[in-house]
């Protein structure tokens, strides 16, 4: 996930625009795949690490897919309760900026990635039906615990 985000934010990070980022920790929960992993900043990008995070995002595999593929924008996932963010909010509202400002097109293999999300979201909705959509705040929740995640602090 650092390499990806390295090679999508080059630009930003050739142009220092992620400064508000400087020794702040971003951690983000997939929960329905068991993912978690934290993103600090390091010198020229950005490192994969176990430390504590300043901000957790978390939510469904569908929700990050709905974010990634544009179809949703973060107020509406985080506002519907599909997306949690906890922590510094501050650094939640610059995150938000920052990905609301992005070309996507302009990014290096946007076509091929672009194409991997669409299939990826018709394959998750023809498999499991749009689970991530109206997740109540309990039901991810629940699936933190079952799934080992670490709770935020």
């Known amino acids: 996930m650092a390499a990806a ?20 920790t971003i951690r983000i929960q997939v929960l329905d795949a068991g993912l978690s992993f934290a993103l600090p900043p390091s010198h020229g ?13 978390r939510g469904m ?26 922590g510094d909010t501050a650094l939640a509202l610059e995150v938000k900026n920052l990905l609301d400002g992005l070309d996507p097109e302009t990014f290096p293999l946007y076509r091929p990635a672009d194409f991997v999300i669409q299939r990826g979201m018709r394959l998750y909705e023809r498999l499991f039906g749009a689970r991530g959509v109206n997740a109540p705040r309990a039901r991810i929740r629940a699936a933190s615990r079952g799934l080992g995640c670490v709770p935020a602090r």
């Open 5 to 24: 985000l390295n090679r999508i934010l080059a630009a930003q990070i050739r142009d220092r625009e992620l400064g508000f980022l400087r020794a702040r």
């Open 45 to 57: 990008g950005f490192a994969a690490s176990p430390r504590h995070h300043d901000l957790l995002i």
């Open 61 to 86: 595999v569908y929700d990050f897919l709905m974010l990634m593929s544009r179809r949703e924008d973060s107020d509406t996932l985080y506002f519907q309760r599909r997306l949690e963010m906890e």
